[in-house]
């Protein structure tokens, strides 16, 4: 079992920045890939920026050119780098490791809510 640690949610104003970190209990490298969903009230869980473990990032086209995902392998923890942020970001940020590479097993993090005000 991974435990996954979320912090960084919080309000903020439009425009303002926050960055999400989950800590992971294991290493993060053994995963295929990771990444950050979100769920807003009302609306279903949506990818908004994935991270394989070769390095690649893909990003929702709503958080292209804001947000950057990143990772710490020495520290075992996935990042969330939030900027210029919307009223429409406010949703809970859930961080993911996808597929361990022994046991394909997937984690899923309890989540930080993000509130973005006008």
């Known amino acids: 079992q991974v435990q996954l640690a979320e912090s960084g949610g919080g309000l903020v104003q439009a425009g303002g920045s926050l960055r999400l970190s989950c800590a992971a209990s294991?290493?993060?490298?053994?995963?295929?890939?990771m990444g950050w969903y979100r769920q807003a009230p009302g609306k279903q869980r949506e990818l908004v920026a994935t991270?394989?473990?070769?390095?690649?990032?893909n990003y929702a086209d709503s958080v292209k050119g804001r947000f950057t995902i990143s990772r710490d392998n020495v520290v075992n923890t996935l990042y969330l780098q939030m900027n210029s942020l919307k009223p429409e970001d406010t949703a809970v940020y859930y961080c993911?490791?996808?597929?361990?590479?022994?046991?394909?097993?997937?984690?899923w993090g309890q989540g930080t809510k993000v509130t973005v005000s006008s």
């Open positions: 991270l394989t473990r070769g390095g690649t990032a």
């Open positions: 993911n490791l996808d597929q361990d590479i022994y046991d394909r097993s997937t984690y």
């Open positions: 294991r290493s993060i490298f053994r995963f295929i890939a």
